[in-house]
Every structure is written in C-alpha cells, then in structure tokens.
C-alpha cells in the first residue's frame, strides 16, 4: 500500500486547512484510513480515524474543529482542519490500516502563526 499526501501548508491562527490522501497497490482489504501528527522530539499521535462503515474517531483536542472524510470505493481520506491553532503546528500522517498492520506515507507540514 502507498498513500500520497497533499495539502499542508502556513495558516494563521483560527484559519483553515484540508488535507488529503490517496492510497494506491493493495487497497481493497484497507479497513481504516487516518492520520496522525508528529511534533519535533515526541511521538506520532492519533488525530483522526475513518472505518470503512465510516465510524469516525477523533482526539478530544481537535472534535469540533476537524472533520475526516473519505471515499471507501477510492480509498482516499480527507481532514478538513477549521478553527487551527498554534498547537496544531505539526507534521501529518496519512496512515492506512491493512490486515491489523499500518502503512504510512510522506508527512505533510501544518504551521500555523498566532
């Protein structure tokens, strides 16, 4: 499985930004798709989580702000990220769930500037 990210970039605090990702190879047994964050000198963490029945689970710091989406025929993901805060700033993670294992592809940058 590979997954291809786009859409990170600089925002302004309170600003908005959507990312999205598309996975290619052996998609069809893909149960979830997600994605994570990662900030310098600490671990990657869940963000959001997709399944293919479209249950959708978020961490507390983000609900009511991001939104994930995705096209379980194509397998792409999508995390419209609205009311963006300085601690928001991080690398993303498009992530992939297949047969219980995780696939991950290139990290995107979210800045947001106060």
């Known amino acids: 499985v590979q997954l291809q990210a786009s859409g990170g970039g600089l925002v302004q605090a309170g600003g908005s930004l959507r990312l999205s990702c598309a996975a290619s190879g052996s998609i069809s047994e893909i149960t979830a798709m997600g994605w994570y964050r990662q900030t310098p000198g600490n671990g990657r963490f869940l963000v959001a989580e997709i399944t293919n029945d479209g249950v959708a689970n978020y961490v507390d710091s983000v609900k009511g702000r991001f939104t994930i989406s995705g096209n379980n025929a194509e397998k792409r993901v999508y995390l419209q990220m609205n009311s963006l805060k300085p601690e928001d700033t991080a690398v993303y993670y498009c992530?992939?769930?297949?047969?219980?294992?995780?696939?991950w592809g290139q990290g995107t940058q979210v800045t947001v500037s106060s």
């Open positions: 992530t992939a769930v297949r047969f219980l294992e995780n696939y």
